[in-house]
């Protein structure tokens, strides 16, 4: 089976091309750097840099691509983060719609972010979009899969949480202040984060290829958690305290909008589609994310790795 790949070098694609050739298919990553592909995503991965050079039939297209969403947004950072998705996205569904032989299924990315500020209430897939930058542009990233779905091609698009992993991502951001024994909550600590492991992400994107899920869905864990839980768990994990609050006023004038649509937005997702379609998470309770992510055996893992000659 083969896989074609948008955004395969980054955090939640990495790992998937490592999940995905383990289990012996093909994949061709397109990327702006093919030559180093190889080297971030698996010896027998292909590197290409346009859509014209995609060798052979592809039967499953993942599209993760785009620019980081976690920083301060200028007018002109905007404009590029919505380029970077919505532009790609509407390439991949013409070059798919004027293939002769189509994929079988496209999983397509989205965020935590369609929802918007929702306060206390349940998003499950059927909740409508919230508003604001982030949800304007979730809606036009899955907006732009229509033309594949309109002619008939099963379409999975992921509503992803923030993704729990000490290699990239938004935890490594917290850990200096948590490990210095001076994290703690942001704001009130009172609005809801939704998150996942990432070994849960790509077994929900494996699931939904392996099922076909055609259908957008949330990818989160069962048990979102308030920012003050969060806050608490982390600290315990790593033996420190938890006593200082970053206040809202601060986060703002640091992050501007960003601040309020990201780092304290309330959004308290239920991934209802992929528990009823039988998926059996890992990783279902933050507290055993967190052992995973910081116990004593990844740590030796991690020790061991480090030791090795290279």
């Known amino acids: 089976m083969h896989c074609l790949i948008t955004g395969g070098t980054g955090l939640i694609g990495r790992l998937f091309c490592a999940k995905?050739?383990?289990?012996?298919?093909?994949?061709?990553?397109?990327?702006?750097?093919?030559?180093?592909?190889?080297?971030r995503c698996g010896e027998t991965a292909v590197g290409v840099r346009d859509l014209q050079q995609v060798e052979g039939p592809v039967d499953i297209v993942v599209n993760l691509a785009g620019e980081t969403i976690a920083q301060r947004w200028?007018?002109?950072?905007?404009?590029?983060?919505?380029r970077s998705r919505l532009e790609i996205t509407a390439r991949l569904a013409q070059w798919i719609l004027s293939l002769p032989q189509r994929p079988k299924y496209v999983l397509s990315g989205s965020a935590v972010g369609y929802y918007g500020d929702r306060g206390g209430d349940l998003l499950k897939e059927t909740s409508g979009p919230g508003g604001g930058f982030a949800a304007e542009l979730c809606r036009d990233w899955e907006a732009a899969t229509l033309p594949l779905q309109q002619a008939g091609i099963c379409v999975g698009?992921?509503?992803?949480?923030?993704?729990?992993?000490?290699?990239?991502?938004?935890?490594?951001?917290?850990?200096?202040?948590?490990?210095?024994?001076?994290?703690?909550?942001?704001?009130?600590?009172?609005?809801?984060?939704?998150?996942?492991?990432?070994e849960d992400i790509v077994g929900l994107?494996?699931?939904a290829i392996d099922r076909h899920l055609c259908t957008p869905f949330n990818a989160c864990a069962p048990e979102p958690v308030t920012n003050n839980s969060f806050s608490r768990l982390l600290a315990k994990q790593l033996h420190r305290p938890c006593l200082l609050r970053t206040p809202a006023w601060m986060l703002k004038l640091i992050f501007g909008e960003m601040a309020t649509e990201l780092l304290l937005a309330s959004q308290r997702m239920e991934p209802r589609v992929v528990l009823d379609s039988d998926y059996s998470f890992q990783f279902p309770t933050l507290e055993k994310a967190l052992a995973?992510?910081?116990?004593?055996?990844?740590?030796?893992?991690?020790?061991?790795?480090s030791s090795r000659p290279r």
């Open 20 to 39: 995905w050739l383990a289990r012996g298919y093909r994949l061709t990553v397109l990327s702006r750097d093919p030559d180093k592909v190889r080297e």
């Open 74 to 82: 200028t007018d002109a950072r905007k404009q590029e983060i919505r």
């Open 157 to 198: 698009i992921m509503r992803t949480a923030i993704v729990l992993s000490t290699r990239g991502g938004a935890l490594p951001e917290m850990l200096p202040a948590f490990r210095l024994g001076v994290g703690g909550p942001m704001g009130s600590g009172e609005h809801w984060m939704s998150w996942i492991h990432e």
């Open 205 to 207: 994107m494996l699931h």
């Open 292 to 305: 995973d992510l910081f116990g004593p055996e990844r740590a030796k893992g991690r020790a061991h790795a």
